[in-house]
């Protein structure tokens, strides 16, 4: 099993800017990619940012420029740096891993509210 666990989200105005952090633990072997997706109410869970083997990333373009993922080099930890933040980027942030092999892991969520 594993286990991811988010934080670093809340409150900032619009143009502040707020980093996520989620740590993985657990039975941990081969990683295809870990990365952040979000979610608001009624509507589908969206990519914000992943990245993968050898550190490529990818980001959905509305995030291109303002946000930065990164993880540390025990790959157990990936990071989710925001700037620029637009009232529109208000969602709960998901943290997700996704071995080579088996199913993807979730974490629970963390709420990212951007105040116009």
């Known amino acids: 099993q594993v286990q991811l666990v988010e934080s670093g989200g809340g409150l900032v105005q619009a143009g502040g800017s707020l980093r996520l952090s989620c740590a993985a633990s657990?039975?941990?072997?081969?990683?295809?990619?870990m990365g952040w997706y979000r979610q608001v109410p009624g509507k589908q869970r969206e990519l914000v940012a992943t990245?993968?083997?050898?550190?490529?990333?990818n980001y959905r373009d509305s995030v291109k420029g303002r946000f930065t993922i990164s993880r540390d080099n025990a790959k157990t930890m990936v990071y989710l740096q925001m700037n620029s933040l637009k009232p529109e980027d208000t969602a709960i942030y998901y943290c997700?891993?996704?071995?080579?092999?088996?199913?993807?892991?979730w974490g629970r969520g963390t709420q990212v509210t951007v105040s116009s």
């Open positions: 997700n891993l996704q071995p080579v092999l088996g199913e993807n892991y």
């Open positions: 657990g039975s941990i072997f081969s990683i295809s990619a």
């Open positions: 990245i993968g083997r050898g550190d490529t990333t």
